[in-house]
C-alpha cells in the first residue's frame, strides 16, 4: 500500500532551524502536512487534538524530552499506534535500546539528508 503523502506530520524540535531542516526534507520527499511543536508537552497537547500519520521528535528537549514523549504517546490509548521517529545528535547505544524498548519505530542520528530520512520512512511508512 502506498503512503497517503498527504497526511499530517508533526515534527517536534526545540531548535527553530532544525524545524525548518526537517519541514524542507519532508517538503523534498512529498510531505505538504507538517504541522511543528517546540517541545514535548505541546506535541502532545497537537497529537490529542488532531490525527498525524507520523511524528518525528528530537530526543533532547525541555522540559519534555522526545523520549519522555514517546512514552506517553505509546501509553495512550488513542495515540499509541502513531508511527515514531526519533532524531537525535548522539548515537548512544543506551538511548536506541531505551527508545526501543520504548516502542520507537526508527531512530535517525544528526546530521542527515533528505536520502538518510526517505530510508527510515520508508522503513517505518513503505514505499512513497
Known amino acids: ?3 497517503d ?8 524540535d526545540d ?14 520527499l512529498g510531505f505538504d502536512n507538517v504541522d511543528e511543536a517546540t517541545d514535548g508537552a505541546s506535541a ?3 497529537m490529542r487534538s488532531k490525527q498525524y500519520g ?11 524530552t522526545g523520549y519522555e514523549l514517546l512514552k506517553e504517546v ?12 526519533m532524531v537525535t545528535a548522539e548515537s548512544k547505544t543506551d538511548n536506541v535500546i531505551a527508545a ?3 516502542g520507537v519505530n526508527n531512530y535517525i542520528v544528526k546530521p542527515f539528508n533528505a536520502e538518510t530520512l526517505k530510508t527510515k520512512l520508508k522503513a517505518v511508512l513503505g514505499e512513497f
Open 44 to 46: 502532545l497537547a497537537k
Open 15 to 28: 531548535y527553530k532551524t532544525m524545524l525548518r531542516i526537517v519541514r524542507n526534507l519532508l517538503k523534498q
Open 74 to 85: 505509546r501509553a495512550d490509548e488513542q495515540l499509541k499506534t502513531t508511527p515514531f521517529i
Open 100 to 102: 526501543k524498548k520504548a
Open 54 to 64: 507520523l511524528v518525528i521528535s528530537d530526543w533532547n528537549m525541555e522540559p519534555m
Open 5 to 12: 503523502l498527504s497526511m499530517q506530520v508533526l515534527i517536534v
Open 1 to 3: 500500500m502506498a503512503v
